[in-house]
C-alpha cells in the first residue's frame, strides 16, 4: 500500500530556512498538498500541486517536488510559523493519503 | 465566502451512537464532494472517506467501514457521519472538508467536532 513519509520534528532559528521533505510512490504520479495546523484548529492548505501558493498565503512558503520526494520550504521563519505541517496526495485509486505530520519548532 | 459548520462537542459512552454535521453555506452543496477526516489526540490526520453530494453514494477508506455511515440532507446543505457502537478509540476530533476544484486538496475545512468516547 501506499505511503507518505515525513520526519517527526523540524526545528529552526527565527529567520532561517526550514525545509520539510515527504517522500512516497504515490507521489510519483500524483501532485502534493501541504497544510498547516495550528493548535485547536483546522488545518488550512498552503501548497497545491505540489508548488502554487494558494491566495493569503504568505511567499515564503514554497514547494517543490523530484521524483518520489516532495519538500515544503519555509524561507525566513517566522515564530507564527510554528505549527504541524502535513503532506497529502493520493494513491492509484483515488483515495487520500496524508503524512505523519512534522512538528516546526522555532527555535 | 464558503463556510462549513460543524456541530459541537459530543460526550458518549462505549457502545452509543453519535450523528455529527457539517452544514454548508457560500456555495453550491452539490458542486462539491464532502470528505471526512479523523484526528485522534496527538496525532496525524486520517482520512475516512467521501460522500457524492449529486449522488449521495458514500465511499468509505480501509478502517472506515462497516460502523460509520455518511449521508446527507441537500435541502440543507449538511452532512453527516454517524458513528456507532462507540468504542473508546474514536474518541477524537472529526473534521469535514471540501475541494471547490474537483481535486483532491481541501480548500476549506469545518471547524472539527471532538468526540469523546468515555465510561
Known amino acids: 500500500s501506499y505511503e507518505l513519509t515525513q520526519p517527526p520534528s523540524v526545528s529552526v532559528s527565527p529567520g532561517q530556512t526550514a525545509r520539510i521533505t515527504c517522500s512516497g510512490d504515490?507521489?510519483?504520479?500524483?501532485?502534493a498538498y501541504w497544510y498547516q495546523q495550528k493548535p485547536g484548529q483546522a488545518p488550512v492548505l498552503v501548497i497545491y500541486?505540489?508548488?502554487e501558493r494558494p491566495s493569503g498565503i504568505p511567499e515564503r512558503f514554497s514547494g517543490s517536488s523530484s521524483g518520489t520526494t516532495v519538500t515544503l520550504t519555509v524561507s525566513g521563519v517566522q515564530a507564527e510559523d510554528e505549527a504541524d505541517y502535513y503532506c497529502?496526495?493520493?494513491?492509484?485509486?483515488?483515495?487520500?493519503?496524508f503524512g505523519g505530520g512534522t512538528k516546526l519548532t522555532v527555535l | 465566502q464558503v463556510q462549513l459548520v460543524q456541530s459541537g462537542s459530543e460526550l458518549k459512552k462505549p457502545g452509543a451512537s453519535v450523528k455529527v454535521s457539517c452544514k454548508a453555506s457560500?456555495?453550491?452543496?452539490?458542486?462539491?464532494?464532502v470528505n471526512w477526516v479523523r484526528q485522534a489526540p496527538g496525532q496525524g490526520l486520517e482520512w475516512m472517506g467521501w460522500?457524492?453530494?449529486?449522488?449521495?453514494?458514500?465511499t468509505y477508506a480501509q478502517g472506515f467501514t462497516g460502523r460509520f455511515v455518511f449521508s446527507l440532507d441537500t435541502s440543507v446543505s449538511t452532512a453527516y457521519l454517524q458513528i456507532s457502537s462507540l468504542k473508546v478509540e474514536d474518541t477524537a476530533v472529526y473534521y469535514c472538508?471540501?475541494?471547490?476544484?474537483?481535486?483532491?486538496?481541501?480548500?476549506?475545512w469545518g471547524q472539527g467536532t471532538l468526540v469523546t468516547v468515555s465510561s
Open positions: 472538508a471540501i475541494s471547490t476544484t474537483g481535486t483532491t486538496q481541501f480548500d476549506y
Open positions: 457560500g456555495y453550491t452543496f452539490t458542486s462539491s464532494a
Open positions: 460522500i457524492n453530494t449529486n449522488t449521495g453514494n458514500p
Open positions: 504515490a507521489l510519483a504520479k500524483q501532485y
Open positions: 500541486k505540489d508548488s
Open positions: 497529502q496526495s493520493a494513491d492509484s485509486s483515488d483515495s487520500v493519503l
